[in-house]
């Protein structure tokens, strides 16, 4: 088993930056496809960013990207999202989710975290 801790989530002004930070804990996470997820009031969950176990390889939203950055440190067992230049629009919780395999965009990982709320405020 493989538990997640995402951490980092708050409120910020739009054009402000965050960190989002998810811990693995339970078995290394080296081998695995990382990714964040988010999920906006009244809307579904939708894959925001994936990083491959090599970090050779990634995915991000188009609504996301130039501004998001996921990356990895497997010696920590840790998945971060630098999120910059924030908007109203990326308010939503976030998810860290991992998974055997290649990155996929549907809901199709193997362990979730509980989440971490980011709001942005215009």
């Known amino acids: 088993q493989v538990q997640l801790v995402e951490s980092g989530g708050g409120l910020v002004q739009a054009g402000g930056s965050l960190r989002l930070s998810c811990a693995a804990s339970?078995?290394?996470?080296?081998?695995?496809?990382m990714a964040w997820f988010r999920q906006a009031p009244g809307k579904e969950r939708e894959c925001v960013a994936a990083?491959?176990?090599?970090?050779?390889?990634?995915y991000y939203a188009g609504s996301v990207k130039g501004r998001f950055t996921i990356s990895r440190d497997n010696a920590k067992n840790t998945v971060y999202l630098q999120m910059n230049n924030l908007q109203p629009e990326d308010t939503a919780v976030y998810y860290c989710?991992?998974?055997?395999?290649?990155?996929?965009?549907?809901?199709?990982?193997?362990?979730w975290g509980q989440g971490t709320r980011v709001t942005v405020s215009s």
């Open positions: 989710a991992a998974r055997v395999g290649r990155i996929t965009l549907l809901n199709d990982y193997d362990y």
């Open positions: 990083i491959m176990w090599s970090g050779l390889s990634t």
């Open positions: 339970g078995r290394t996470v080296s081998s695995y496809t």
